[in-house]
Structure formats: structure tokens, C-alpha cells
């Protein structure tokens, strides 16, 4: 990610990957809640990452 001229790289999170339909939906949606949240941007990108890898592994668009 580039934010404000500073580059920040999160490594994937392994999962055994069953639908990744709307994982993209959900890690944009994790970025701008963790944002809102004001956490910082390595944060951000750690939890919006899990949070995708998570619906990953779940057939569907329901992660609960």
C-alpha cells in the first residue's frame, strides 16, 4: 500500500481458500473501518488482510 508517499507491504495470510468471492469487498471494508478507527496503517493492513483471508475460507458472502 502507498499511503502518503510511504510504501507498507503485508505478507498473505495462508488459508485453504473455499470461495473468494467478495474477499476484495471485505478487505476494503476492513481498511476503512480500521481507518475510522484511527489505528495505524501496518494495523490496517494486518487486520484487513486476516478478515480476508478469513471469508476465504467460508463458502458464500457471510462471514458470521
Request: with cysteine; charged share 25%.
Amino acid at each position: 500500500a502507498l499511503f502518503k508517499q510511504q510504501d507498507y507491504w503485508q505478507d498473505a495470510v495462508q488459508v485453504e481458500a473455499i470461495d473468494t468471492l467478495a474477499a476484495g469487498d471485505v478487505f476494503n471494508g476492513a481498511i476503512i473501518d480500521q481507518q475510522i478507527k484511527q489505528n495505524n496503517i501496518p494495523r490496517c493492513l494486518k487486520y484487513a488482510c486476516q478478515l480476508a483471508a478469513e471469508k476465504c475460507t467460508r463458502k458464500g458472502l457471510r462471514l458470521v
